[in-house]
């Protein structure tokens, strides 16, 4: 009964270092997508995927990006990490089709020194 | 740019007092107006709403939604310690990939 996982948890980077942030999910569904959560500003959308090999880029895309190579794994990738992208991330999914809710992962927790 | 304002941003409340949380929203081509219920980690999702006047009830929670309006209310009747959480709203608009905006989220504490 996994649903969406988000691999790491908690994670602590410094300024200029680089990492991936992994969303896999275990429904067969075809929609993905990243937000980030701050403090007062709700969730904002990163990035998004509506299939396998396919990404777009959401409201907030800079510094930040993704790729879909198998449809139950997206991939965020922090290049060059910054304190503004300390943040909570979460990840969902959705499947295909009109008025499907968005199932989500329980976030990554990432702070930037 | 579609906006979604959640009122109020916090609320205490006692165990058993009703609570009525408010979302206005303003979207191109409106498709849906879901509310998520956020405890530790993950949203959870608790309904959604694409048709005036019709009501969703799940247990003590209920909401609905006024198209002509534009906004939505969740109702908690008897509320509970167990009901303190971020209540978020947001909506889809005209894109077909089912982009969500979301409110800021209203923070409930519910007391023994």
């Given at each position: 009964n996994a649903g969406v996982t988000q691999t790491p948890k908690f994670r602590v980077l410094k300024t200029g270092q680089s990492m991936t942030l992994l969303c896999a999910q275990d429904?067969?569904?075809?929609y993905m997508y990243w937000y980030r959560q701050d403090p007062g500003m709700g969730l904002r959308l990163i990035h998004y995927s509506v299939g396998e090999g396919t990404t777009a880029k959401g409201e907030v895309p800079d510094g930040y990006n993704v790729s879909r190579l198998k449809k139950q794994n997206f991939l965020l990738g922090l290049e060059s990490a910054a304190p503004s992208q300390t943040s909570v991330y979460f990840c969902a999914s959705r499947q295909g089709g009109s008025n499907q809710p968005q199932h989500f992962g329980d976030g990554t927790r990432l702070s930037i020194l | 740019e579609d906006k979604v304002v959640q009122s109020p941003l916090s609320l205490v409340v006692h165990e058993g007092d009703t609570v009525t949380l408010n979302c206005s929203y303003e979207v191109t081509n409106f498709r849906s107006l879901l509310w998520y219920k956020q405890e530790k980690k993950a949203p959870t999702f608790l309904f959604m709403l694409t048709s005036s006047g019709i009501e969703k009830k799940s247990g003590r929670l209920s909401s609905i939604l006024d198209k002509k309006e534009l906004f939505s209310i969740l109702n908690i009747t008897a509320t509970q310690t167990g009901d303190s959480a971020i209540y978020l709203c947001a909506v889809t608009g005209g894109?077909?990939?089912?982009k969500l905006t979301f409110g800021q989220g209203t923070i409930l504490t519910v007391h023994p």
């Amino acid at each position: 009964n996994a649903g969406v996982t988000q691999t790491p948890k908690f994670r602590v980077l410094k300024t200029g270092q680089s990492m991936t942030l992994l969303c896999a999910q275990d429904m067969n569904h075809e929609y993905m997508y990243w937000y980030r959560q701050d403090p007062g500003m709700g969730l904002r959308l990163i990035h998004y995927s509506v299939g396998e090999g396919t990404t777009a880029k959401g409201e907030v895309p800079d510094g930040y990006n993704v790729s879909r190579l198998k449809k139950q794994n997206f991939l965020l990738g922090l290049e060059s990490a910054a304190p503004s992208q300390t943040s909570v991330y979460f990840c969902a999914s959705r499947q295909g089709g009109s008025n499907q809710p968005q199932h989500f992962g329980d976030g990554t927790r990432l702070s930037i020194l | 740019e579609d906006k979604v304002v959640q009122s109020p941003l916090s609320l205490v409340v006692h165990e058993g007092d009703t609570v009525t949380l408010n979302c206005s929203y303003e979207v191109t081509n409106f498709r849906s107006l879901l509310w998520y219920k956020q405890e530790k980690k993950a949203p959870t999702f608790l309904f959604m709403l694409t048709s005036s006047g019709i009501e969703k009830k799940s247990g003590r929670l209920s909401s609905i939604l006024d198209k002509k309006e534009l906004f939505s209310i969740l109702n908690i009747t008897a509320t509970q310690t167990g009901d303190s959480a971020i209540y978020l709203c947001a909506v889809t608009g005209g894109t077909s990939y089912g982009k969500l905006t979301f409110g800021q989220g209203t923070i409930l504490t519910v007391h023994p």
